[in-house]
């Protein structure tokens, strides 16, 4: 984790140590203490942050099949809870959710066509990804 002093100038707060693979994907909402990072390892982790500057995991979700995550986005909602869209390489998005007691769960599977991957959505990936959802939920 680093924190941004001056424009070019990053103070290394503290690394995060988890994952058995290289760290493919990272996405945060700092000001509400989480992160998530996805692995070679076939792993996605959810960090949260404990002090200011302790963080742990608190969960570990692996893919199945030994697949991996391409790509995450966050989105928190007014309730307090927090939804991660990952999508994986056999063409899926999964979507988790991550309510104020802290419990992580898979909500949806939204499969899509064989060799198709989920990376034609526009810029805008957790507005694109809640819209999609919306579509099929």
């Known amino acids: 984790l680093f924190l941004q002093t001056y424009p070019h ?14 760290v493919t994907v990272v996405d945060g909402l700092y000001d509400l203490g ?11 982790k959810v960090w949260r942050k404990k002090s200011d500057q302790n963080w742990a995991c608190v969960h570990t979700y692996s893919c199945p099949r030994g697949g991996f995550v391409l790509d995450i986005a966050l989105l928190a909602f007014p309730d307090g809870s927090i939804w991660i869209f ?10 988790f959710c991550i309510d104020q007691d802290d419990k992580f769960q898979e909500s949806h ?7 198709y991957p989920f990376s034609d959505l526009p810029n805008d990936r957790a507005t694109n990804l809640l819209f999609f959802w919306k579509k099929f939920h």
């Open 9 to 22: 100038l990053f103070l290394l707060l503290q690394t995060l140590c988890g994952h058995e693979g290289s």
């Open 34 to 44: 989480i992160i998530v990072s996805a692995s070679t390892d076939s792993t996605m």
């Open 86 to 95: 990952a999508s994986l390489d056999d063409c899926s998005v999964r979507l």
């Open 109 to 115: 599977v939204l499969k899509g066509k064989q060799n």
